[in-house]
Protein backbone atom coordinates (compact mmCIF):
# COMPACT_ATOMS: atom_id res chain seq x y z
CA UNK A 1 0.00 0.00 0.00
CA UNK A 2 2.42 2.48 0.62
CA UNK A 3 4.57 1.45 -1.72
CA UNK A 4 1.77 2.39 -4.42
CA UNK A 5 0.87 6.14 -3.00
CA UNK A 6 4.93 6.49 -3.10
CA UNK A 7 5.02 5.35 -6.47
CA UNK A 8 1.80 7.31 -7.42
CA UNK A 9 3.38 10.12 -5.91
CA UNK A 10 6.18 9.91 -8.20
CA UNK A 11 4.09 9.34 -11.53
CA UNK A 12 2.24 12.29 -10.48
CA UNK A 13 5.30 14.57 -9.76
CA UNK A 14 7.68 13.27 -12.48
CA UNK A 15 4.51 14.47 -14.27
CA UNK A 16 4.67 17.83 -13.56
CA UNK A 17 8.43 17.87 -14.28
CA UNK A 18 7.83 16.82 -17.96
CA UNK A 19 4.56 19.54 -18.39
CA UNK A 20 4.79 22.19 -20.69
CA UNK A 21 3.91 25.62 -20.58
CA UNK A 22 1.02 25.10 -22.39
CA UNK A 23 -0.28 22.68 -20.69
CA UNK A 24 -0.18 24.12 -17.45
CA UNK A 25 -2.31 26.95 -18.85
CA UNK A 26 -4.68 23.98 -20.24
CA UNK A 27 -4.96 23.02 -16.83
CA UNK A 28 -5.74 26.45 -15.73
CA UNK A 29 -8.41 27.21 -18.15
CA UNK A 30 -10.32 23.74 -17.22
CA UNK A 31 -9.96 25.08 -13.52
CA UNK A 32 -11.71 28.77 -14.98
CA UNK A 33 -14.07 26.76 -17.85
CA UNK A 34 -16.26 24.32 -16.75
CA UNK A 35 -16.59 23.73 -20.86
CA UNK A 36 -16.80 25.04 -23.94
CA UNK A 37 -19.79 26.49 -23.75
CA UNK A 38 -21.43 28.36 -20.62
CA UNK A 39 -22.98 30.87 -18.23
CA UNK A 40 -22.21 33.36 -16.00
CA UNK A 41 -23.72 35.56 -13.48
CA UNK A 42 -21.42 38.11 -12.36
CA UNK A 43 -21.12 41.01 -10.25
CA UNK A 44 -18.66 43.78 -10.39
CA UNK A 45 -17.65 45.93 -7.31
CA UNK A 46 -15.83 49.25 -7.56
CA UNK A 47 -13.87 51.46 -5.26
CA UNK A 48 -16.62 53.89 -4.94
CA UNK A 49 -19.09 51.03 -4.27
CA UNK A 50 -21.03 51.11 -7.80
CA UNK A 51 -22.47 47.41 -8.38
CA UNK A 52 -22.46 45.89 -11.79
CA UNK A 53 -23.69 42.85 -12.80
CA UNK A 54 -24.08 40.94 -15.82
CA UNK A 55 -24.95 37.92 -16.77
CA UNK A 56 -23.09 36.45 -19.81
CA UNK A 57 -22.61 33.97 -22.22
CA UNK A 58 -19.82 32.01 -23.60
CA UNK A 59 -19.33 29.93 -26.21
CA UNK A 60 -15.64 28.47 -27.64
CA UNK A 61 -12.91 31.07 -27.07
CA UNK A 62 -14.18 34.06 -29.45
CA UNK A 63 -17.79 34.44 -28.83
CA UNK A 64 -19.40 36.15 -25.50
CA UNK A 65 -22.34 37.94 -25.03
CA UNK A 66 -22.89 40.06 -22.00
CA UNK A 67 -26.33 41.36 -20.53
CA UNK A 68 -25.94 44.13 -18.32
CA UNK A 69 -28.61 43.70 -15.57
CA UNK A 70 -27.12 46.63 -12.82
CA UNK A 71 -26.92 49.70 -13.14
CA UNK A 72 -30.39 50.42 -14.29
CA UNK A 73 -29.44 52.87 -16.90
CA UNK A 74 -27.36 50.83 -18.36
CA UNK A 75 -29.94 48.02 -18.28
CA UNK A 76 -30.54 46.46 -22.21
CA UNK A 77 -26.96 47.60 -23.43
CA UNK A 78 -25.94 44.01 -24.14
CA UNK A 79 -22.36 43.72 -25.71
CA UNK A 80 -21.50 41.20 -27.91
CA UNK A 81 -17.36 40.26 -28.57
CA UNK A 82 -16.63 37.96 -31.35
CA UNK A 83 -12.86 37.53 -31.62
CA UNK A 84 -11.12 41.05 -32.02
CA UNK A 85 -14.81 42.63 -32.64
CA UNK A 86 -17.11 43.93 -30.47
CA UNK A 87 -20.95 45.96 -30.52
CA UNK A 88 -23.37 47.67 -27.86
CA UNK A 89 -26.66 47.24 -28.36
CA UNK A 90 -27.87 50.51 -27.72
CA UNK A 91 -31.50 50.44 -26.36
CA UNK A 92 -32.94 53.81 -27.76
CA UNK A 93 -31.59 52.98 -31.08
CA UNK A 94 -32.72 49.32 -30.92
CA UNK A 95 -29.68 48.51 -32.83
CA UNK A 96 -25.85 47.73 -32.25
CA UNK A 97 -23.04 49.85 -32.61
CA UNK A 98 -19.70 49.42 -33.27
CA UNK A 99 -17.39 49.91 -30.57
CA UNK A 100 -13.51 49.64 -29.62
CA UNK A 101 -12.18 46.35 -27.35
CA UNK A 102 -10.79 49.48 -25.02
CA UNK A 103 -14.55 50.21 -24.21
CA UNK A 104 -14.87 49.65 -20.15
CA UNK A 105 -16.88 47.46 -18.34
CA UNK A 106 -16.96 48.59 -14.90
CA UNK A 107 -14.55 50.11 -12.78
CA UNK A 108 -10.91 48.33 -12.83
CA UNK A 109 -12.74 45.37 -14.91
CA UNK A 110 -12.15 45.87 -18.59
CA UNK A 111 -14.67 43.57 -20.87
CA UNK A 112 -11.93 41.44 -21.89
CA UNK A 113 -12.09 40.29 -17.94
CA UNK A 114 -14.92 38.09 -18.45
CA UNK A 115 -15.75 37.77 -21.74
CA UNK A 116 -12.27 36.44 -22.51
CA UNK A 117 -11.66 33.40 -19.78
CA UNK A 118 -9.27 31.55 -21.59
CA UNK A 119 -5.59 32.28 -21.98
CA UNK A 120 -4.74 29.47 -24.00
CA UNK A 121 -5.65 30.05 -27.72
CA UNK A 122 -5.40 33.75 -27.21
CA UNK A 123 -1.63 33.73 -25.55
CA UNK A 124 1.96 31.67 -26.02
CA UNK A 125 3.28 30.67 -22.60
CA UNK A 126 6.75 30.57 -21.19
CA UNK A 127 7.87 29.54 -18.20
CA UNK A 128 9.75 32.45 -16.54
CA UNK A 129 10.32 30.52 -12.79
CA UNK A 130 9.29 27.61 -10.53
CA UNK A 131 9.26 27.20 -6.93
CA UNK A 132 8.03 24.29 -4.64
CA UNK A 133 4.40 25.58 -4.72
CA UNK A 134 3.91 27.72 -8.19
CA UNK A 135 5.24 27.93 -11.65
CA UNK A 136 5.51 31.50 -13.17
CA UNK A 137 4.34 31.99 -16.22
CA UNK A 138 4.76 34.72 -19.19
CA UNK A 139 2.22 34.87 -21.39
CA UNK A 140 2.44 36.57 -24.40
CA UNK A 141 -0.67 37.40 -27.13
CA UNK A 142 -0.93 36.00 -29.93
CA UNK A 143 -4.07 37.81 -31.63
CA UNK A 144 -4.58 41.61 -32.31
CA UNK A 145 -6.93 43.11 -30.03
CA UNK A 146 -6.72 41.27 -26.81
CA UNK A 147 -7.28 43.40 -23.78
CA UNK A 148 -3.46 42.76 -22.38
CA UNK A 149 -0.73 41.92 -24.53
CA UNK A 150 1.00 40.37 -22.19
CA UNK A 151 0.46 38.45 -18.77
CA UNK A 152 2.18 37.08 -16.06
CA UNK A 153 0.42 34.41 -13.89
CA UNK A 154 1.01 32.20 -11.02
CA UNK A 155 -0.54 28.89 -11.47
CA UNK A 156 -0.51 26.15 -8.26
CA UNK A 157 1.60 22.80 -8.85
CA UNK A 158 -0.66 20.97 -7.00
CA UNK A 159 -4.07 21.72 -8.45
CA UNK A 160 -3.37 23.84 -11.54
CA UNK A 161 -5.43 26.78 -9.39
CA UNK A 162 -4.30 30.31 -10.98
CA UNK A 163 -2.89 32.43 -7.90
CA UNK A 164 -2.43 35.66 -9.40
CA UNK A 165 -1.34 37.26 -12.29
CA UNK A 166 0.22 40.81 -13.57
CA UNK A 167 -1.60 42.33 -16.69
CA UNK A 168 1.20 44.02 -18.53
CA UNK A 169 1.52 46.19 -21.61
CA UNK A 170 3.98 44.68 -24.44
CA UNK A 171 6.86 46.61 -23.30
CA UNK A 172 6.39 45.10 -19.93
CA UNK A 173 5.16 47.61 -17.74
CA UNK A 174 2.54 46.58 -15.29
CA UNK A 175 -1.27 47.94 -15.91
CA UNK A 176 -2.72 46.00 -13.36
CA UNK A 177 -2.25 43.02 -10.84
CA UNK A 178 -5.22 40.52 -9.96
CA UNK A 179 -5.81 37.83 -7.58
CA UNK A 180 -7.58 34.63 -8.14
CA UNK A 181 -10.00 33.77 -4.81
CA UNK A 182 -12.87 32.65 -3.19
CA UNK A 183 -12.31 29.02 -4.41
CA UNK A 184 -15.29 26.62 -3.92
CA UNK A 185 -17.45 24.06 -5.60
CA UNK A 186 -19.17 25.36 -8.73
CA UNK A 187 -20.50 23.77 -12.27
CA UNK A 188 -18.82 20.83 -11.24
CA UNK A 189 -15.19 21.91 -9.59
CA UNK A 190 -13.75 23.95 -7.52
CA UNK A 191 -12.72 27.04 -9.33
CA UNK A 192 -11.91 30.88 -8.65
CA UNK A 193 -15.28 32.39 -7.76
CA UNK A 194 -13.37 35.84 -7.05
CA UNK A 195 -10.74 38.25 -9.38
CA UNK A 196 -9.55 41.12 -7.65
CA UNK A 197 -8.16 43.71 -10.49
CA UNK A 198 -6.04 46.40 -8.92
CA UNK A 199 -4.33 49.35 -10.96
CA UNK A 200 -0.63 48.73 -10.16
CA UNK A 201 0.31 52.78 -10.06
CA UNK A 202 -2.93 53.38 -7.94
CA UNK A 203 -4.02 50.00 -5.95
CA UNK A 204 -6.60 51.47 -4.04
CA UNK A 205 -8.69 51.79 -7.26
CA UNK A 206 -9.89 47.99 -7.65
CA UNK A 207 -12.81 46.70 -8.71
CA UNK A 208 -13.88 42.59 -7.55
CA UNK A 209 -15.28 40.62 -10.03
CA UNK A 210 -17.43 37.99 -8.22
CA UNK A 211 -18.78 35.04 -10.05
CA UNK A 212 -22.39 34.28 -8.33
CA UNK A 213 -23.74 31.78 -10.34
CA UNK A 214 -21.54 29.43 -13.20
CA UNK A 215 -23.36 26.40 -15.26
CA UNK A 216 -23.07 24.43 -18.47
CA UNK A 217 -25.32 25.68 -21.12
CA UNK A 218 -25.59 24.91 -24.62
CA UNK A 219 -26.59 28.08 -27.06
CA UNK A 220 -27.31 28.34 -30.34
CA UNK A 221 -24.84 30.11 -32.75
CA UNK A 222 -26.80 32.78 -33.71
CA UNK A 223 -27.14 34.11 -30.43
CA UNK A 224 -23.52 35.85 -30.92
CA UNK A 225 -24.33 37.97 -33.64
CA UNK A 226 -24.66 41.46 -33.97
CA UNK A 227 -27.80 41.22 -35.83
CA UNK A 228 -29.73 39.53 -33.23
CA UNK A 229 -28.46 41.43 -30.27
CA UNK A 230 -30.91 43.05 -28.50
CA UNK A 231 -33.62 40.19 -29.60
CA UNK A 232 -33.30 38.20 -26.60
CA UNK A 233 -32.95 38.01 -23.17
CA UNK A 234 -30.30 35.42 -21.48
CA UNK B 1 -58.83 48.97 -26.95
CA UNK B 2 -58.63 44.50 -28.65
CA UNK B 3 -54.39 45.28 -29.05
CA UNK B 4 -54.47 46.84 -25.74
CA UNK B 5 -56.53 43.71 -24.01
CA UNK B 6 -54.54 41.29 -25.76
CA UNK B 7 -51.52 42.70 -25.08
CA UNK B 8 -52.50 42.63 -20.93
CA UNK B 9 -53.33 39.09 -21.69
CA UNK B 10 -50.08 38.11 -22.50
CA UNK B 11 -48.60 40.66 -20.16
CA UNK B 12 -50.05 38.83 -17.38
CA UNK B 13 -48.73 35.58 -18.26
CA UNK B 14 -45.53 36.44 -19.12
CA UNK B 15 -41.55 35.22 -17.91
CA UNK B 16 -40.14 38.77 -18.03
CA UNK B 17 -41.38 42.18 -17.94
CA UNK B 18 -40.57 45.78 -17.45
CA UNK B 19 -42.26 48.96 -16.91
CA UNK B 20 -41.33 52.72 -17.87
CA UNK B 21 -43.33 55.80 -16.95
CA UNK B 22 -42.25 59.62 -17.80
CA UNK B 23 -42.98 62.48 -19.20
CA UNK B 24 -41.90 64.62 -21.85
CA UNK B 25 -41.79 68.31 -22.09
CA UNK B 26 -40.67 70.64 -24.54
CA UNK B 27 -40.87 74.71 -24.46
CA UNK B 28 -41.05 76.40 -27.53
CA UNK B 29 -38.93 80.18 -27.41
CA UNK B 30 -40.81 81.80 -30.38
CA UNK B 31 -44.60 80.11 -29.21
CA UNK B 32 -43.54 80.98 -25.91
CA UNK B 33 -45.24 77.00 -25.04
CA UNK B 34 -45.52 73.96 -24.69
CA UNK B 35 -44.71 72.40 -28.21
CA UNK B 36 -44.76 69.05 -26.48
CA UNK B 37 -46.01 67.72 -23.16
CA UNK B 38 -46.52 64.27 -22.78
CA UNK B 39 -46.98 61.74 -19.85
CA UNK B 40 -46.18 58.24 -21.22
CA UNK B 41 -46.37 54.20 -19.79
CA UNK B 42 -44.35 51.78 -21.45
CA UNK B 43 -44.60 48.63 -20.59
CA UNK B 44 -42.08 45.50 -22.49
CA UNK B 45 -42.53 41.73 -22.03
CA UNK B 46 -40.92 38.49 -23.01
CA UNK B 47 -42.02 35.25 -22.64
CA UNK B 48 -40.39 32.02 -23.59
CA UNK B 49 -41.39 28.80 -25.58
CA UNK B 50 -40.51 25.65 -25.80
CA UNK B 51 -37.07 26.09 -25.82
CA UNK B 52 -34.68 23.12 -26.83
CA UNK B 53 -30.90 23.05 -26.88
CA UNK B 54 -29.88 25.28 -29.88
CA UNK B 55 -32.72 26.12 -30.60
CA UNK B 56 -34.76 29.61 -28.24
CA UNK B 57 -38.34 30.63 -29.44
CA UNK B 58 -40.26 33.80 -27.75
CA UNK B 59 -42.80 36.23 -27.74
CA UNK B 60 -41.89 39.83 -27.51
CA UNK B 61 -44.61 42.78 -26.98
CA UNK B 62 -43.72 46.62 -25.91
CA UNK B 63 -46.63 48.88 -26.09
CA UNK B 64 -46.32 52.82 -24.96
CA UNK B 65 -49.60 54.69 -23.66
CA UNK B 66 -49.49 58.73 -23.92
CA UNK B 67 -51.25 61.31 -23.17
CA UNK B 68 -50.47 65.14 -25.08
CA UNK B 69 -51.90 67.62 -22.86
CA UNK B 70 -52.03 70.15 -25.41
CA UNK B 71 -54.22 68.34 -27.89
CA UNK B 72 -56.14 67.01 -24.75
CA UNK B 73 -55.80 63.40 -26.73
CA UNK B 74 -54.33 59.69 -25.83
CA UNK B 75 -52.56 57.24 -28.09
CA UNK B 76 -52.16 53.75 -27.69
CA UNK B 77 -48.28 52.48 -30.15
CA UNK B 78 -47.91 49.04 -30.42
CA UNK B 79 -44.05 48.84 -30.81
CA UNK B 80 -43.44 45.63 -30.86
CA UNK B 81 -45.44 42.40 -31.10
CA UNK B 82 -43.59 39.09 -32.76
CA UNK B 83 -43.14 35.53 -32.27
CA UNK B 84 -39.07 34.69 -33.11
CA UNK B 85 -37.36 31.24 -33.33
CA UNK B 86 -33.38 31.57 -33.08
CA UNK B 87 -31.77 28.06 -34.21
CA UNK B 88 -27.80 27.62 -34.38
CA UNK B 89 -27.59 29.53 -37.81
CA UNK B 90 -30.83 31.43 -38.36
CA UNK B 91 -33.67 33.50 -37.03
CA UNK B 92 -37.00 34.57 -38.14
CA UNK B 93 -39.25 36.91 -36.53
CA UNK B 94 -42.94 37.20 -37.32
CA UNK B 95 -44.95 40.15 -36.21
CA UNK B 96 -45.01 43.78 -35.31
CA UNK B 97 -41.29 44.77 -35.21
CA UNK B 98 -38.60 47.60 -35.53
CA UNK B 99 -36.06 46.38 -38.20
CA UNK B 100 -32.59 49.10 -37.80
CA UNK B 101 -30.47 49.27 -40.47
CA UNK B 102 -27.52 51.98 -40.90
CA UNK B 103 -24.14 52.39 -38.40
CA UNK B 104 -24.31 56.50 -38.42
CA UNK B 105 -25.80 58.80 -35.88
CA UNK B 106 -28.12 62.03 -35.78
CA UNK B 107 -29.63 61.01 -39.37
CA UNK B 108 -30.68 57.99 -39.95
CA UNK B 109 -30.23 57.41 -43.92
CA UNK B 110 -30.01 53.95 -44.01
CA UNK B 111 -32.56 53.47 -41.36
CA UNK B 112 -35.15 52.75 -44.16
CA UNK B 113 -37.47 49.58 -43.38
CA UNK B 114 -39.83 51.38 -41.02
CA UNK B 115 -41.24 54.48 -41.53
CA UNK B 116 -41.58 57.19 -38.96
CA UNK B 117 -43.36 59.85 -36.72
CA UNK B 118 -42.63 63.28 -38.09
CA UNK B 119 -44.60 65.20 -35.94
CA UNK B 120 -41.87 66.39 -34.47
CA UNK B 121 -38.97 66.51 -36.74
CA UNK B 122 -36.43 67.80 -33.68
CA UNK B 123 -37.22 64.80 -31.50
CA UNK B 124 -34.53 62.46 -33.48
CA UNK B 125 -34.82 59.52 -31.04
CA UNK B 126 -35.03 56.86 -32.94
CA UNK B 127 -36.53 54.45 -31.44
CA UNK B 128 -39.75 56.86 -30.18
CA UNK B 129 -40.06 57.84 -33.97
CA UNK B 130 -40.07 54.55 -35.96
CA UNK B 131 -43.22 52.92 -36.62
CA UNK B 132 -43.62 49.17 -35.88
CA UNK B 133 -44.60 47.45 -39.14
CA UNK B 134 -45.90 44.00 -39.35
CA UNK B 135 -43.07 42.21 -41.23
CA UNK B 136 -41.74 38.89 -42.06
CA UNK B 137 -37.76 39.25 -41.15
CA UNK B 138 -35.83 36.18 -41.94
CA UNK B 139 -32.38 36.27 -41.31
CA UNK B 140 -29.44 33.27 -42.05
CA UNK B 141 -25.91 33.60 -40.48
CA UNK B 142 -23.37 31.00 -42.31
CA UNK B 143 -20.21 32.58 -40.84
CA UNK B 144 -18.85 35.32 -41.54
CA UNK B 145 -21.78 36.10 -43.91
CA UNK B 146 -25.37 37.45 -42.81
CA UNK B 147 -28.33 37.28 -45.26
CA UNK B 148 -32.00 38.87 -44.83
CA UNK B 149 -35.13 39.23 -46.09
CA UNK B 150 -37.65 41.04 -45.28
CA UNK B 151 -41.25 41.43 -46.62
CA UNK B 152 -43.88 43.74 -45.11
CA UNK B 153 -47.06 42.60 -46.44
CA UNK B 154 -49.56 46.24 -45.65
CA UNK B 155 -47.14 49.51 -44.94
CA UNK B 156 -47.68 51.90 -42.82
CA UNK B 157 -47.37 55.42 -43.93
CA UNK B 158 -45.27 58.19 -42.24
CA UNK B 159 -47.15 60.36 -39.98
CA UNK B 160 -47.18 63.93 -40.75
CA UNK B 161 -47.73 67.10 -38.72
CA UNK B 162 -51.46 68.20 -39.08
CA UNK B 163 -52.27 71.68 -38.77
CA UNK B 164 -53.13 72.45 -35.63
CA UNK B 165 -49.59 71.09 -34.60
CA UNK B 166 -46.74 73.02 -33.69
CA UNK B 167 -44.62 71.58 -36.82
CA UNK B 168 -46.95 72.25 -39.07
CA UNK B 169 -45.02 74.25 -41.39
CA UNK B 170 -46.70 75.21 -44.46
CA UNK B 171 -46.30 79.01 -44.95
CA UNK B 172 -49.13 81.09 -44.13
CA UNK B 173 -50.07 81.61 -47.26
CA UNK B 174 -50.66 78.04 -48.04
CA UNK B 175 -52.21 77.54 -44.49
CA UNK B 176 -55.64 77.57 -45.54
CA UNK B 177 -55.16 75.33 -48.72
CA UNK B 178 -57.21 71.80 -48.23
CA UNK B 179 -54.59 68.51 -46.54
CA UNK B 180 -55.71 65.84 -48.25
CA UNK B 181 -55.87 62.40 -46.98
CA UNK B 182 -53.16 59.87 -46.80
CA UNK B 183 -53.38 57.31 -49.38
CA UNK B 184 -54.27 53.85 -47.11
CA UNK B 185 -52.80 50.47 -47.84
CA UNK B 186 -54.75 46.82 -47.37
CA UNK B 187 -54.00 43.23 -47.50
CA UNK B 188 -56.21 43.37 -50.51
CA UNK B 189 -53.47 45.03 -52.31
CA UNK B 190 -51.11 42.21 -51.10
CA UNK B 191 -48.11 42.12 -53.33
CA UNK B 192 -49.07 45.74 -54.85
CA UNK B 193 -48.31 47.61 -51.96
CA UNK B 194 -45.86 45.19 -50.26
CA UNK B 195 -42.55 46.46 -49.35
CA UNK B 196 -39.70 43.87 -49.17
CA UNK B 197 -35.73 44.00 -49.83
CA UNK B 198 -33.09 42.07 -48.43
CA UNK B 199 -29.53 42.96 -47.34
CA UNK B 200 -26.57 41.15 -47.23
CA UNK B 201 -23.81 41.71 -44.75
CA UNK B 202 -19.85 40.41 -44.68
CA UNK B 203 -17.20 40.47 -41.54
CA UNK B 204 -13.97 40.67 -42.69
CA UNK B 205 -10.82 39.08 -41.04
CA UNK B 206 -9.08 42.53 -40.64
CA UNK B 207 -12.75 43.50 -38.65
CA UNK B 208 -14.21 45.32 -41.41
CA UNK B 209 -18.15 44.63 -41.25
CA UNK B 210 -19.41 45.99 -44.84
CA UNK B 211 -23.43 45.42 -45.58
CA UNK B 212 -25.18 46.19 -48.59
CA UNK B 213 -28.54 46.47 -48.66
CA UNK B 214 -31.80 46.84 -51.19
CA UNK B 215 -35.29 47.70 -50.27
CA UNK B 216 -38.54 48.23 -52.47
CA UNK B 217 -40.24 50.67 -50.35
CA UNK B 218 -42.51 53.96 -50.12
CA UNK B 219 -40.46 57.06 -49.83
CA UNK B 220 -39.98 58.31 -46.26
CA UNK B 221 -39.12 61.70 -46.89
CA UNK B 222 -42.14 64.03 -46.02
CA UNK B 223 -43.44 66.13 -48.75
CA UNK B 224 -46.60 67.88 -50.00
CA UNK B 225 -47.88 67.97 -53.75
CA UNK B 226 -49.40 71.25 -54.51
CA UNK B 227 -51.96 69.76 -56.81
CA UNK B 228 -53.93 71.27 -59.97
CA UNK B 229 -57.15 71.85 -57.29
CA UNK B 230 -54.78 74.12 -55.28
CA UNK B 231 -54.60 71.28 -52.78
CA UNK B 232 -51.84 69.73 -50.51
CA UNK B 233 -51.67 66.35 -51.31
CA UNK B 234 -48.88 64.45 -48.59
CA UNK B 235 -47.43 62.11 -51.50
CA UNK B 236 -45.61 59.14 -51.14
CA UNK B 237 -44.44 57.08 -53.82
CA UNK B 238 -43.02 53.33 -54.22
CA UNK B 239 -39.58 53.75 -54.70
CA UNK B 240 -36.02 51.62 -54.94
CA UNK B 241 -32.78 52.05 -52.75
CA UNK B 242 -29.85 50.92 -53.02
CA UNK B 243 -27.57 51.25 -50.39
CA UNK B 244 -24.40 49.95 -48.00
CA UNK B 245 -23.20 50.43 -44.30
CA UNK B 246 -19.79 49.49 -43.23
CA UNK B 247 -17.94 50.10 -39.84
CA UNK B 248 -14.40 49.07 -38.29
CA UNK B 249 -12.69 49.22 -34.90
CA UNK B 250 -9.28 50.52 -35.16
CA UNK B 251 -7.52 50.78 -31.65
CA UNK B 252 -9.96 53.22 -29.91
CA UNK B 253 -11.42 54.68 -32.64
CA UNK B 254 -14.29 53.51 -34.78
CA UNK B 255 -14.93 54.37 -38.49
CA UNK B 256 -18.52 53.90 -39.68
CA UNK B 257 -20.74 54.77 -42.45
CA UNK B 258 -23.84 55.06 -44.68
CA UNK B 259 -24.84 55.33 -48.00
CA UNK B 260 -27.94 55.53 -49.81
CA UNK B 261 -29.28 55.87 -52.43
CA UNK B 262 -33.03 56.34 -53.73
CA UNK B 263 -34.20 56.01 -57.19
CA UNK B 264 -36.63 58.83 -58.59
CA UNK B 265 -37.27 59.64 -55.16
CA UNK B 266 -40.37 62.56 -55.28
CA UNK B 267 -39.16 65.92 -54.48
CA UNK B 268 -40.22 69.35 -54.19
CA UNK B 269 -38.60 72.97 -53.37
CA UNK B 270 -39.77 74.83 -51.43
CA UNK B 271 -41.50 72.60 -48.74
CA UNK B 272 -44.60 71.96 -51.07
CA UNK B 273 -44.85 72.97 -54.91
CA UNK B 274 -45.13 71.12 -58.08
CA UNK B 275 -43.20 67.82 -57.32
CA UNK B 276 -40.44 66.12 -59.72
CA UNK B 277 -38.54 62.99 -59.23
CA UNK B 278 -34.35 62.67 -58.91
CA UNK B 279 -32.12 60.22 -58.11
CA UNK B 280 -30.83 61.00 -54.51
CA UNK B 281 -27.59 59.47 -53.25
CA UNK B 282 -27.28 60.04 -49.40
CA UNK B 283 -23.56 59.38 -47.19
CA UNK B 284 -22.95 60.09 -44.09
CA UNK B 285 -19.32 59.03 -43.23
CA UNK B 286 -17.80 59.12 -39.37
CA UNK B 287 -15.77 58.02 -37.21
CA UNK B 288 -15.82 58.30 -33.43
CA UNK B 289 -13.21 57.83 -30.14
CA UNK B 290 -13.53 57.22 -26.64
CA UNK B 291 -10.46 58.72 -25.00
CA UNK B 292 -9.88 58.73 -20.50
CA UNK B 293 -12.04 60.09 -18.35
CA UNK B 294 -15.37 59.07 -19.98
CA UNK B 295 -14.67 61.52 -23.24
CA UNK B 296 -16.17 60.35 -26.24
CA UNK B 297 -15.54 62.40 -29.54
CA UNK B 298 -17.71 61.79 -32.91
CA UNK B 299 -17.29 63.56 -36.19
CA UNK B 300 -19.20 63.09 -39.28
CA UNK B 301 -20.05 63.51 -43.15
CA UNK B 302 -23.25 64.31 -44.37
CA UNK B 303 -23.73 64.66 -48.15
CA UNK B 304 -26.79 64.78 -50.28
CA UNK B 305 -26.53 64.57 -54.06
CA UNK B 306 -29.79 65.68 -56.03
CA UNK B 307 -28.89 65.64 -60.18
CA UNK B 308 -29.03 69.18 -59.92
CA UNK B 309 -27.97 70.46 -56.18
CA UNK B 310 -25.76 68.41 -53.30
CA UNK B 311 -25.63 69.59 -49.56
CA UNK B 312 -22.68 69.02 -47.75
CA UNK B 313 -22.51 69.54 -43.91
CA UNK B 314 -20.66 68.21 -40.67
CA UNK B 315 -21.54 67.26 -37.45
CA UNK B 316 -19.53 66.51 -34.18
CA UNK B 317 -20.47 64.81 -31.15
CA UNK B 318 -18.85 65.19 -27.52
CA UNK B 319 -19.68 63.62 -24.06
CA UNK B 320 -18.12 63.20 -20.90
CA UNK B 321 -19.60 60.87 -18.12
CA UNK B 322 -18.81 62.23 -14.40
CA UNK B 323 -19.30 60.29 -11.23
CA UNK B 324 -18.73 56.39 -12.64
CA UNK B 325 -21.46 57.37 -15.17
CA UNK B 326 -23.93 59.03 -13.49
CA UNK B 327 -24.08 62.43 -15.30
CA UNK B 328 -23.58 63.15 -18.87
CA UNK B 329 -22.79 66.17 -20.86
CA UNK B 330 -22.98 66.36 -24.16
CA UNK B 331 -23.15 68.04 -27.24
CA UNK B 332 -24.37 67.45 -30.86
CA UNK B 333 -23.73 70.47 -33.65
CA UNK B 334 -24.68 69.79 -37.01
CA UNK B 335 -23.23 72.93 -39.56
CA UNK B 336 -24.48 72.92 -43.09
CA UNK B 337 -20.88 73.64 -45.40
CA UNK B 338 -22.40 74.98 -48.52
CA UNK B 339 -25.69 75.96 -47.05
CA UNK B 340 -27.09 77.86 -43.64
CA UNK B 341 -28.08 74.62 -42.09
CA UNK B 342 -26.94 75.34 -38.08
CA UNK B 343 -28.20 72.90 -35.31
CA UNK B 344 -26.83 72.80 -31.79
CA UNK B 345 -28.28 70.47 -29.23
CA UNK B 346 -26.46 70.29 -25.77
CA UNK B 347 -27.78 67.79 -23.60
CA UNK B 348 -27.25 66.83 -19.73
CA UNK B 349 -28.62 63.23 -18.29
CA UNK B 350 -28.59 62.86 -14.76
CA UNK B 351 -29.00 58.97 -13.55
CA UNK B 352 -30.05 58.41 -10.10
CA UNK B 353 -31.29 55.42 -8.32
CA UNK B 354 -33.96 52.83 -8.72
CA UNK B 355 -34.00 53.94 -12.35
CA UNK B 356 -34.52 57.32 -12.70
CA UNK B 357 -33.22 59.18 -15.38
CA UNK B 358 -33.73 62.99 -15.76
CA UNK B 359 -32.26 64.84 -19.14
CA UNK B 360 -32.77 68.58 -20.36
CA UNK B 361 -31.45 69.41 -23.88
CA UNK B 362 -31.96 72.57 -26.04
CA UNK B 363 -32.40 72.22 -29.75
CA UNK B 364 -31.42 75.53 -31.43
CA UNK B 365 -32.00 75.55 -34.75
CA UNK B 366 -30.84 78.21 -38.19
CA UNK B 367 -31.29 77.99 -41.64
CA UNK B 368 -32.44 79.64 -44.72
CA UNK B 369 -35.74 79.30 -46.85
CA UNK B 370 -34.62 81.84 -49.52
CA UNK B 371 -33.57 80.60 -52.55
CA UNK B 372 -36.46 77.91 -52.66
CA UNK B 373 -34.21 75.43 -53.81
CA UNK B 374 -32.15 72.32 -52.48
CA UNK B 375 -28.97 74.62 -51.62
CA UNK B 376 -31.77 76.16 -48.53
CA UNK B 377 -30.56 73.34 -46.77
CA UNK B 378 -32.96 71.52 -44.49
CA UNK B 379 -33.42 73.27 -41.44
CA UNK B 380 -34.71 76.36 -42.59
CA UNK B 381 -38.35 75.87 -42.12
CA UNK B 382 -37.59 74.63 -38.68
CA UNK B 383 -35.81 77.91 -37.62
CA UNK B 384 -38.55 79.20 -35.26
CA UNK B 385 -38.65 75.82 -33.42
CA UNK B 386 -35.69 76.76 -30.49
CA UNK B 387 -36.48 74.98 -27.81
CA UNK B 388 -36.03 73.35 -24.46
CA UNK B 389 -37.07 69.79 -23.79
CA UNK B 390 -37.21 68.04 -20.47
CA UNK B 391 -37.50 64.01 -19.93
CA UNK B 392 -37.81 62.26 -17.20
CA UNK B 393 -38.57 58.93 -17.29
CA UNK B 394 -38.70 55.80 -14.08
CA UNK B 395 -38.12 52.21 -14.85
CA UNK B 396 -40.24 50.22 -12.22
Known amino acids: MIKKSVFASLLFFSSLLAISPEEIIREADGVRNPGESYYLKVEVRSTDDETSQFLVAIKGSGRTLIETVRPTRDKGRNLLMLDENMWVYVPNLKRPVRVSLHQKLSGEAANGDISRMRWSGDYDSVMEAEDDQSWTLLLTANKRGLTYDKVRVWIQKDNFHPIKAEYLTGGGKVLKNAAFTGYRAIAGAVRPTEIIIADAVRPEEKSVITILEMEEKSYPTALFNKNTLGSLGL | ?304 FWEEASLHAASFRVSKEFMEGRRCLALFVYKGLNNRDLWIQPKVTLYFEEGLEISLRGDIVFGTVKRGNPRDGVLGRFRDKDRLFLWISKTL
Open chain 2, 1 to 304: MRVFLAFVFLFARCAAMELEVGYQSAYGFVEDGFTRNVPYLQTCFERELFSQEETLQNVRGALRLSYDLEKEEGRVDLRELFYQCLGEQTQIKIGVQQIPWGETFGFFIADIVNPRDYTDPLFNEIDWIRRAVFSLNFQWFPDPFCFQLIVTPVPLNNILPEKEDPFYIVPPAAAALPLLPRRSFALDNFPHDAEYGLRAGYLMEGGLDLSLFYYRHYSRDPLLELTPQNALNPLTEKIHTWGGSFSKACEETVFRGDIVWHRQQPITWPLFGQVERQHLVRAILGADRQFEKGWCLGLQYHGD
